[in-house]
């Protein structure tokens, strides 16, 4: 019994490692695209619970806002709005020392003006003569920022950064090459199974060899065709019904084959009895077909709407990358050679392209699952 | 085009082919019996209507072009003039190409092997364990996001700062962290490949779990119990009943893998465009499908260099349905 429980103890231990190991980088995402995009750039998001040393440069007003006040020519302001919660901890006036003084020290500059500085970032700078020059002096802060969390990330992203149109172009891209597929699949499929017509073998045997050829195969020539339709009828080669078809066609074999073994275990007494009541195929079709196929349906919908989703190198080969029709993979991919220092443009942008995905992952699981081994233990 | 236009071409691009199906097949039901007579005749109609659309797609899509890939393999840059082999040689003698061959094999060694694994490990401890179904969940959800979205994570996790400054990329952390120099991982030639498997891996590790899951149900419960109550270790089990049980299913994933890995295109692409030697056969087609112009010879040997890898996996497929249909 005892040696039972220890190696389950040690399965249990095994599990957890896997399982912190996998979700660690998207959890990483997470967090960073909820922190302040300052903190995000020079500290961990592991970190992003503890209070983070920052260090900064400012400059102080100039002499238009100087007062003459106490036998001094004064100038007061404040490095920084004070809604942060930073705090202060050292500052120098110069470069090389930049942490010489602290709070509550008078730090003396070249020409004889003194600075003193809060930790609240107000700063009292006097001289005993006027000050000539437009531009404040330099400080040079080390602070201490609490946590930050905010949604600026996503509001910039969304709205400046154009991920919130690419979201749209996607879901114009993904919804019919979803849905189309799914319409002249289930028809094709239905006709494979439950009709008979000279040549149905050879096609199913097309089919299945279908499964299985890249879409690598087909890129050149179909952008060829594309280009002289586009050539020859003066309208865009690059267009949405253009991605929709490429993608009804890379898609179509493997929602016939699924949509094909569900048809065909469905039982011949059911068809032939609807038959003898004098019931067309469409008939048949529309009345028990489909309401049997829901569950199918909503399988290979997911399937294929994912893969959509998710695709990058359909939506980059035939679609023109404008915003009006970028989709969000070549979006993110844009910003991560235009942006690549951005991370919290990068990880909210990915984090946003991921929505609808995890959104169908939580809440259609099941069928998700019942898709992908549907489709794996047959092909 | 304003987003009010794209919702109705959208709407449009949907109902035109419901509205195919459902008038081409009304006038049949209606007038197709009073005036074709014969059932056998209406009913080839019928599989006309209901075939044409899809088989017009895959003549398109999927047929036309393995044989115009292949026609034009044998052409120059522009599929003009006939170049008899000059396509291939070139390729032969390319170092890029031959980097990214080099590269594919080591993918196709490594990502299916690894993912195969790592799922049927997971799959059997969660098994047994009562968190189990949430463990494979989490150990699943990076199957339902892109490819770029999971090298937008992985890059942040790899992300370098010079020496001097904070990491704030995960791996350098840790190497920091040990008293090691942080590395900029992407850049260091043949490493930076694993590197950038580990986030295949990381993804398809959840496709081998379900589909291992689904399979371990169906071993038979007496069989695992008789083990244990003649002692045998879990490890023993797992090696001597459970791997054999599923050797099938462990083919199927792994070939399943394997075709997926053939055309990884889209993991390169964000995190490195195939720069530091990680270029794979997809991005070298890619690239020249624009390089210079274009060059449609070059680019179709490079798409039948893929098609020749899971050309025996799609013979192997035919010979089961042949099998099947014999039954």
């Known amino acids: 019994m005892k040696k039972f429980s220890i190696s389950s103890l040690l399965s249990q231990l095994l599990l957890l490692f896997f399982v912190i190991i996998w979700i660690i980088p998207t959890f990483g995402l997470f967090i960073s695209s909820l922190r302040d995009k300052d903190l995000l750039a020079i500290s961990g998001w592991w970190t992003s619970l503890t209070t983070t040393e920052v260090n900064e440069i400012y400059r102080m007003s100039g002499m238009e806002s100087q007062i003459e006040e106490d036998g001094y020519f004064k100038i007061k302001g404040k490095l920084f709005e004070d809604n942060s919660g930073k705090k202060i901890e050292s500052f120098g006036i110069t470069s090389k020392k930049i942490n010489e003084f602290n709070i509550g020290d008078v730090a003396v500059f070249k020409d004889e003006s003194e600075v003193l500085l809060d930790e609240d970032g107000n700063y009292e700078w006097r001289s005993k003569t006027e000050f000539k020059k437009k531009k404040g002096k330099r400080l040079f802060t080390t602070s201490l920022s609490p946590p930050a969390f905010t949604f600026e990330n996503y509001r910039e992203v969304l709205f400046k950064e154009g991920i919130g149109r690419a979201f749209v172009n996607t879901m114009a891209v993904a919804l019919p090459s979803t849905l189309i597929p799914l319409i002249i699949c289930s028809f094709f499929a239905y006709s494979l199974t439950w009709m008979k017509f000279y040549g149905r073998d050879t096609l199913l045997a097309i089919i299945i060899a279908s499964l299985v050829v890249p879409l690598q195969m087909s890129l050149i020539p179909i952008l060829t065709i594309y280009n002289d339709f586009g050539a020859l009828f003066g309208v865009a080669a690059k267009s949405y019904p253009g991605v929709w078809m490429a993608h009804t066609g890379f898609g179509l074999a493997s929602t016939t084959f699924l949509l094909r073994n569900f048809l065909k275990s469905l039982p011949n007494e059911m068809m032939e009895a609807a038959k003898v009541d004098g019931a067309s195929h469409y008939d048949i079709f529309l009345r028990i077909i489909i309401p049997l196929s829901i569950p199918a349906f909503a399988s290979i919908f997911i399937l294929q709407f994912l893969w959509c989703w998710n695709d990058l190198l359909v939506g980059l080969v035939f679609l023109d990358q404008v915003p009006s029709e970028i989709i969000l993979t070549a979006k993110l991919k844009e910003l991560l050679g235009s942006r690549g220092e951005n991370w919290e443009i990068l990880t909210t942008g990915a984090f946003v392209s991921m929505t609808v995905p995890l959104f169908i992952f939580f809440a259609l699981q099941r069928y998700f699952i019942r898709g992908l081994v549907a489709g794996s233990v047959k092909g | ?327």
């Open chain 2, 1 to 327: 085009m304003t987003i009010l236009n794209l919702v109705f071409i959208v709407f449009l691009g949907i109902l035109f082919f419901i509205a195919y199906f459902h008038i081409s097949n009304y006038i049949l039901d209606t007038y197709g019996n009073k005036t074709l007579k014969r059932y056998n005749f209406e009913n080839s109609i019928r599989v006309i209507v209901f075939i044409t659309p899809a088989f017009i797609v895959l003549f398109i899509f999927i047929l036309y072009p393995v044989f115009e890939t292949i026609r034009l393999s044998f052409y120059d840059k522009f599929g003009r003039e006939f170049v008899g082999l000059y396509n291939y040689k070139w390729a032969i003698n390319d170092p890029e190409f031959r980097r990214s061959i080099l590269n594919n094999l080591v993918w196709l060694l490594v990502v299916p092997t690894l993912s195969t694994f790592f799922g049927l490990v997971i799959a059997n401890l969660a098994d047994r364990i009562w968190w189990g179904s949430i463990a494979k969940s989490i150990i699943f959800m990076p199957m339902a996001i892109s490819f770029v979205g999971a090298g937008v994570i992985w890059k942040f996790i790899y992300e370098y700062r010079g020496p001097e400054n904070t990491q704030i990329g995960l791996l350098n952390a840790i190497i920091v962290s040990l008293g090691y120099e942080p590395q900029a991982w992407l850049t260091i030639p043949m490493w930076n490949n694993f590197f950038l498997m580990a986030i295949m891996i990381w993804i398809q590790t959840g496709l081998a779990l379900v589909i291992f899951s689904a399979a371990l149900r169906s071993i038979p419960k007496e069989m695992l119990e008789a083990a244990r109550i003649d002692g045998a270790s879990e490890l023993k089990i797992f090696f001597s009943i459970i791997i054999p049980y599923l050797e099938q299913t462990i083919l199927v994933i792994w070939t399943l893998i394997t075709i997926i890995v053939l055309r990884i295109f889209d993991i390169i692409f964000a995190m490195t465009n195939g720069e530091w030697q990680t270029g794979v056969l997809a991005n070298l087609m890619y690239d020249w499908m624009f390089r210079g112009g274009g060059d449609s010879g070059r680019g179709s040997v490079l798409a039948i260099v893929i098609m020749i890898g899971v050309i025996p996996i799609l013979a192997w497929n035919l010979y089961k349905h042949r099998q099947e249909q014999k039954i």
